[in-house]
């Protein structure tokens, strides 16, 4: 099946918004075993008309996104209407799911919002749970000939992906027939990296028969992606457990942080945590999970020196005898925030985020980490020279991983 | 000028590589006064001619990258002869850059770089001194009519963008001739949405002659891009603060926490957060920006009861009497948040962020949020019913946007 992309978006041809949609979607089709020919990005305004002519010409089956919203800039609808030869009108449905979102937000809604409820006539409306944009997707006929699929997708991520994995990929699934179509399996690795894959575990995996072997690298953790059947999933990763099993976070796709807030609840523990640097972030990712308040229930920013006086009784001593960045201060803070909070297990980190503040003994990136529980305290002092928001993901990454390892 | 951008690379359209040299490109022309109106994405191998032949016939430059490298998947130069119409021959001084290439790494030329040494009649050679393939520009006259520039540019980042700036941006400038150039200008606003602009404004800055507007909207905050003269621009930017002043936070990209930080520095005051719901997300956030240290110093992430009780002495009462989620909780987390650091303004969060936990009374999605400072406190309370980390990101929105706005 021959799939194209439309993205639509000002904003991504300045430059100022990068497009992201393109490879997400991208990924998405891999793992139902299709593949994006093309990809375009086009203004808002009319060149998206041109653009879905030429591609509905092309191809089977094409994804738009963008457009959809109530300003002026926003005609995907009115295009796709054209290039279709069917009319716009109001859909019953849509107009009360639009009305219902601004109700149950106790906002206003405004004429301008009207518009989302247009569908081309004879296509579906694909309800958008978050946002006020429901998709449109227009089944072959009514493209005429050559036949090809049209669907319109609202550009917002947290809008586009739900609605993409619950309208889209079964409608996918159904045009593309009845192939067989391979497992997927992702496993999640944290603290080793993509080069220590390909030095000691590519080779062997290369030789696993009707295995497709990807890796994608994040900061600080690493996607193992086995695509196959069954059993030559089970040898590849059997392969890749035997060399890195003690890295191995997951294998459902599950984020770091939820990995730890279900195995903390899983052995009845709780957590606090004891922030400088990362400035609130291992808390913040803890809290995204639902279900961390069972497991969290404190936690500190000690961003100045004082705050960690004050709030965690790390000693004035201690601070002005080995600075704020120092595995003896971590120390302190792990041990003065599992004392304050009660909690079974503290974590802590300290460190030079930059891209100022930084010596030659303690250069930008320096950061020094504290684990805390009743038995008593590690520390550990590390370097990570990076940017000041992939630093601070970098280190909230190791703290996370320093609590997982610990239960 | 009509510009077009061709990537090309399977790993694009796969997804496991994002495509940044879109928006790159789009930036820096953007520098010079242009805008691109086409981003195509094809992969590796004949798809390229096709997207080539169709984009030359639309504009007056194209921009290639990709495919000039030496194995047998990189075949943009025999592309470009094709749509051109002309021959390609070994390129002497070509040739000897890329052997001295080698030479100076102390690495051996295989035969398959050869091929890098290959030029369009009639083409100049753009010379790469970070990698193996030179860039190529097939000026105007080559291609014939419709009259199209041509520029085929390596993929590696670190060697398309020197050669950019040094062989590409001197003859887009020459082929652009003296066109008066439109300015970009972007305003952000935060606490409004794109309805409320469509509804008051859009018609107001349709009638601005040489106004082009376009909106990006992203969660608590929508962008206002006004293109034109700088005429155009000032009048359409006054018909907006006529209109939203006190929604305008920024007209130079920043970050709403970058804004909160220069203010606060630019006022000497500082900051401390007290946050239950969004679990530190408005300290990391604050931190994210360079220079935090000096106006944000304490952090309490009061999770549980307790911690609301011991770290910042909200009282057992009032929590019996209103519950966590309430103005007079947020009231007193502020305040005590303000006592216990010292700082000159402390803003908090209260919150029910889902999916579980909600009442009639207090649905999931409600919160309540405090401000003080040394004048007394203002509390809010507030319906965000979004997913989890919509709702933290949403609440941390209202939070920051409080504090610009006491400042």
Redesign the interface.
């Known amino acids: 099946m021959r799939i194209e992309i439309i993205n639509t ?12 949609h ?9 793992k139902l075993g299709l ?10 305004g009319v ?1 998206i008309e041109d ?1 879905l002519a ?1 591609a509905t010409k092309r191809s089977d089956a094409v994804i738009v996104t963008g457009g959809l ?5 926003d005609v995907t609808r009115e295009a796709a209407a054209k290039v279709l030869g069917v009319e716009l009108m109001e859909d019953e449905a849509a107009l009360r799911a639009l009305r219902k979102f601004f109700e ?4 206003p ?5 009207l518009k989302q409820a247009q569908n081309l006539v004879g296509a579906d409306v694909l309800a958008n749970h ?1 946002g ?1 944009a429901p998709g449109i997707y227009a089944p072959p006929r009514l493209g005429g000939e050559p036949s090809c699929a049209v669907f319109l997708l609202p550009g ?1 991520p ?1 809008e586009l992906y739900p609605l993409f994995h619950e309208e889209v990929v079964p409608r996918l699934r159904a045009l593309g027939g009845v192939e067989v179509i391979d497992q997927v399996q992702e496993l999640k690795f944290v603290g080793i990296g993509e080069s220590e894959f390909q030095d000691q575990l590519d080779a062997d995996l290369a030789k696993v028969a009707g295995l497709e072997v ?1 890796y ?1 690298a994040r900061l600080g953790e690493l996607d193992l992606r086995l695509i196959g059947q069954e059993r030559a999933i089970a040898i590849g990763r059997n392969l890749a457990e035997e060399k890195f099993a003690e890295f191995l976070v997951c294998d459902d796709g599950a984020s770091l942080e939820a990995v730890v807030v279900r195995t903390l609840a899983k052995a009845g523990k709780t957590l606090a ?1 004891a ?1 400088s ?8 990712r ?3 999970v ?1 279900g ?2 069972e497991v ?9 020196d ?2 960690k006086v ?2 965690i009784g790390v000693s004035h001593e201690t601070l002005a005898n080995y600075g704020a960045v120092s595995e003896e201060v971590a120390g302190e803070m792990a041990q003065g925030a599992l004392r ?3 909690a079974d297990i503290a974590v802590s980190v300290t460190g030079i ?4 503040g930084g010596t030659e003994e303690k250069p930008v990136g320096t950061v020094c980490l504290g684990l805390a529980t009743r038995e008593g305290v590690e520390t550990f002092r590390e370097l990570h020279p990076r940017s ?2 992939d630093f ?1 993901l970098q280190v909230s990454q190791r703290a996370l991983d320093l609590v997982r390892r610990v239960l």
Chains 1, 2 share one sequence.
């Open positions: 978006g000002t904003e991504l041809l300045l430059g100022s918004t990068r497009n992201t393109g490879s997400w979607i991208g990924q998405e089709l891999v593949r994006v020919q093309r990809q375009t990005t086009v203004p808002d060149a653009a030429e919203g109530p300003t002026s800039d149950v937000r106790k906002k809604m405004v004429d301008a919002n978050n006020t917002p947290r990807g994608c945590t922030e640097c990362t400035g609130g972030m291992i808390a913040s803890v809290t995204d639902s961390a308040s969290f229930t404190h936690g500190f920013i000690t961003y100045a004082d705050a004050n709030l304050v909070s009660g985020a930059g891209p100022t000041r928001k601070k």
